[in-house]
């Protein structure tokens, strides 16, 4: 196979993946935004984290909302848990590398705050203490995963939001994972600053 029909075939197969989760997600994409809406209104902060291409996404969508998405508007609190070295480097030597997020989030988190927790595989272990710290702090959970939830998605709660990328393939799952991230954005701000056409 030459090298243009390989690239061929990576976008086609983004394009139907993209196709499969236009089918079962903007419900709870829909859902998960009106979930961070709320916490925002009510003087709550998103918190993020993930590994390896999931962090990248963590830090992309807190970026977005603390800066700006495609309007200009004031900043909104979100807190990606993966960027302080010290922090993560310290937790992973002192106690282990399953408890770098959830320490945070029982320093950081509140009651009414939203954990945005992303794992393609939904078995990031330190993604799942999170998700357990999160509940403890009476935070909801938005979980970003792929496959068939994995060890995630049995542990969410009713008021919690799981977008589930139709795919077994990770970066087809990355690939989604980043427009559910965008689409959160514009629906943030739809909600909290009026349309834009």
Known sequence: MNMQNRIQQMFKASIETKQKALDVLPDSIEQASILMVNSLLNEGKILACGNGGSAGDSQHFS????????????????????????????????????????????ALGRDGDVLLAISTSGNSANVIQAIHAAHDRNMQVVALTGRDGGNIAPLLLPDDVEIRVPSNVTARVQEVHLLAIHC?????????FGCEE
Request: glycine letters at 0%; hydrophobic letters at 35%; proline letters at 4%.
């Open 63 to 106: 970026s977005e909302l603390l800066n700006r998405f495609e309007r200009e508007r004031p900043s909104l609190p979100a807190i990606a848990l993966t960027t302080d070295s010290s922090t993560i480097t310290s937790i992973a030597n002192d106690y282990s590398y399953e408890e770098i997020f959830s320490k945070q989030i029982r």
């Open 184 to 192: 959160l954005c514009d629906l943030i701000d739809n909600h909290l």
